[in-house]
């Protein structure tokens, strides 16, 4: 069952033209959207676009606060270490679901969006956690959307 609370659209890898259209098209029809993005980096980089509008009902979130120990980037080399992240990253940002569920509402949502496949782990642990809400990769606006006028 869908809620009528916002999305949640997580998107931890490349910020991809079709989900940032996606998360555009769910402000237009008038529905809430949390962002969640890999980390302050991110975040910043999101916000510098100057596509955002925070007034429409967008909040976006980091869902790490650091992306690397410095010394970790100091001491392996660069070629290694984006072959490290590359496997290991989708996994150790799922483990953070459980502080992102602290900072954002996530039991409200009213959907969980994977807008991209490194976003998969952590849209499925959230969908296990909160069975209620419901959970999708699909970048397309639903049908109905609850507690809006067709």
Do not use: K, N
């Amino acid at each position: 069952m869908t809620g009528a609370g916002p999305y949640l659209v997580v998107c931890l890898g490349s910020r991809s033209e079709r989900a940032m259209r996606y998360v555009a098209q769910l402000l237009d029809a008038g529905v809430g959207v949390r962002l969640v993005l890999p980390d302050d980096a991110a975040v910043t980089a999101f916000w510098r676009d100057g596509t955002a509008q925070a007034d429409r009902g967008l909040d976006v979130h980091a869902l790490q606060h650091s992306d690397m120990d410095p010394l970790l980037a100091r001491l392996v080399p660069g070629w290694l270490r984006r072959a490290i992240l590359a496997v290991l990253r989708p996994w150790h940002l799922a483990r953070h679901w459980r502080a992102l569920a602290e900072r954002v509402d996530v039991a409200s949502a009213g959907r969980f969006v994977a807008a991209d496949v490194t976003a998969t782990t952590l849209v499925r642990r959230l969908a296990r956690r909160y069975p209620h809400v419901v959970a999708t990769a699909a970048l397309e606006l639903p049908a109905v959307i609850p507690g809006r006028a067709p």
